[in-house]
């Protein structure tokens, strides 16, 4: 769980990615013709393109609140957070969530290995 404010229950974000997409991908708030984000059982729904970017309309829910982080791919299988839990080598899983200033943050899916090359790359954000 990510965030700041902790005085309530934290929102519940689900994050859709292509099947068997790897890399990194950015939401970015506040763009006028980007994506309305909406509540689907209680969870924001965010649909990640094959592009890895996502232009949201209106302030992103995740940036400066508390929230809980679940992902799928598009066929419906759930990926596991990586930065919770001891994973085997060859295992996707979600990592990140830095956000900047600007109102874009910051995620990769991948194994640990490709986790760990990109942030030593040489422009992880």
């Given at each position: 769980?990510y965030?700041?404010?902790r005085?309530s229950?934290?929102?519940?974000?689900?994050f859709?990615v292509?099947?068997?997409?790897t890399?990194?991908f950015?939401?970015r708030?506040?763009?006028p013709?980007?994506?309305?984000i909406?509540?689907?059982?209680?969870k924001?729904?965010?649909?990640?393109?094959?592009?890895?970017?996502?232009?949201?309309r209106?302030?992103?829910p995740i940036?400066g609140?508390?929230?809980?982080?679940?992902?799928?791919?598009?066929?419906?299988?759930s990926?596991p957070?990586?930065?919770?839990?001891?994973?085997?080598?060859h295992?996707r899983?979600?990592?990140?969530?830095?956000?900047?200033d600007?109102?874009t943050?910051?995620y990769?899916v991948?194994?640990?290995?490709e986790?760990?090359?990109?942030?030593?790359g040489p422009?992880?954000?």
């Open positions: 769980m965030g700041l404010n005085m229950q934290p929102k519940q974000i689900k859709i292509p099947s068997g997409f890399g990194r950015i939401i708030e506040n763009i013709n980007g994506t309305e909406h509540r689907v059982g209680g924001y729904v965010f649909m990640i393109p094959p592009s890895g970017q996502l232009d949201v209106g302030e992103d940036i609140d508390w929230h809980q982080e679940t992902i799928v791919d598009s066929a419906g299988r990926l957070l990586g930065d919770a839990t001891v994973l085997p080598p295992t899983a979600l990592y990140g969530g830095s956000c900047d600007k109102g943050v910051d990769f991948g194994t640990q290995a986790w760990a090359a990109y942030r030593l422009n992880p954000h």
